[in-house]
């Protein structure tokens, strides 16, 4: 088998490894071990080698927010537990779309720190203001989710021309 082959995959299972582990070191687990993720994340988007650097920090990084909003939002496909039978089956879609979409934010903030990288210790730091943007992110984007949401002009619909006309026919006056 081809070693740059079998080290692609190794790095990619150790990305997804390390976002599991820093999951963990998080309520409800509280396992402070699973803190060395970050570690293994660092070192993961310092080794890379290749002719397309931000992409592979991306992935890398897309994959450790995978493991750890896979594991960490796994709550959320409780919800539909309370009508199993009728909803259940949309637990896995969920979960999994939540943490793929959320996992976007951790691909940027890896390539937002493969782009600076500087050497020695202050990497670190770096690294953790990269990590550390990621709840301005996830702000920003929900804030212009929201704004476009509200900003949306209105259509009315069958249901308020219908009381608006009924309105206009009792003269209903206050």
Not at 60 to 76: D, E, P, S
Not at 95 to 117: D, P
Not at 133 to 150: D, F, H, K, R, T
Request: hydrophobic residues 60%; proline residues 6%; positive net charge.
């Amino acid at each position: 088998m081809n070693f740059k082959l079998v080290s692609l995959w190794r790095d990619r299972g150790l990305a997804l490894l390390a976002g599991l582990a820093a999951a963990l070191a998080h309520p409800p687990f509280g396992v402070l071990p699973g803190l060395l993720g970050y570690a293994l994340l660092l070192w993961l988007l310092d080794t890379i080698e290749g002719p397309r650097p931000l992409r592979s920090a991306f992935l890398r990084g897309w994959l450790a927010g995978l493991g750890y909003f896979g594991l960490g939002t796994g709550w959320i496909g409780e919800a539909f537990m309370v009508d199993a039978a009728n909803q259940g089956w949309m637990a896995p879609f969920a979960v999994s779309a939540m943490a793929g979409g959320l996992a976007l934010f951790w691909g940027v903030a890896a390539v937002i720190y493969r782009l600076i990288r500087p050497a020695g210790v202050r990497r670190v730091l770096v690294f953790a203001g990269a990590d550390g943007i990621q709840p301005l992110m996830y702000s920003a984007a929900s804030a212009a989710a929201a704004a476009a949401i509200a900003l949306r002009p209105a259509r009315p619909s069958r249901q308020t021309a219908g009381a608006a006309a009924m309105a206009r026919v009792i003269q209903v006056r206050p």
